[in-house]
């Protein structure tokens, strides 16, 4: 199995899609690192020589992807729960960001059972 990113990506799937198992990296962006690294994007990931891989992690270096972007998104999130930002409230109360309904589904949307509270009565 060929590692990117610390990741190991499937070998029996082409390699336009194992690329995807690195976060931050999707269809688009996958084929966009292959036809820069110049690959096939049939090609299956077994079948990828020593020198393709070395031309693909090169590309996928350029990205923000992996712990890096995962670390980004955090912060983002943790700045607007700081300024107190709609957006910031909405992550602090556990409830959906970007305009879900909340009257039937919000729960099981965003994080299973509910948080009991102490003392409050129906």
């Excluded at 995807?20 to 299956?44: C, E, F, H, P, Q």
Aim: no cysteine; net charge positive; hydrophobic share 30%.
């Amino acid at each position: 199995m060929a590692r990117i990113k610390g990741i190991e990506i499937p070998n029996n799937k082409r390699i336009e899609i194992s690329l995807t198992y690195v976060y931050g990296i999707g269809r688009s962006l996958s084929n966009k690192i292959l036809n820069d690294a110049k690959v096939d994007i049939n090609k299956k990931a077994k079948d990828l020589t020593d020198d393709e891989l070395a031309r693909i992690r090169k590309e996928v270096d350029k990205y923000a992807t992996e712990g890096d972007l995962r670390r980004e998104v955090s912060m983002n999130i943790k700045t607007k729960m700081e300024i107190n930002s709609y957006q910031g409230t909405r992550h602090k109360r556990r409830l959906p960001v970007r305009g879900q309904s909340t009257r039937s589904n919000a729960v099981t949307a965003r994080g299973g059972k509910n948080k009991t509270v102490a003392n409050k009565k129906k």
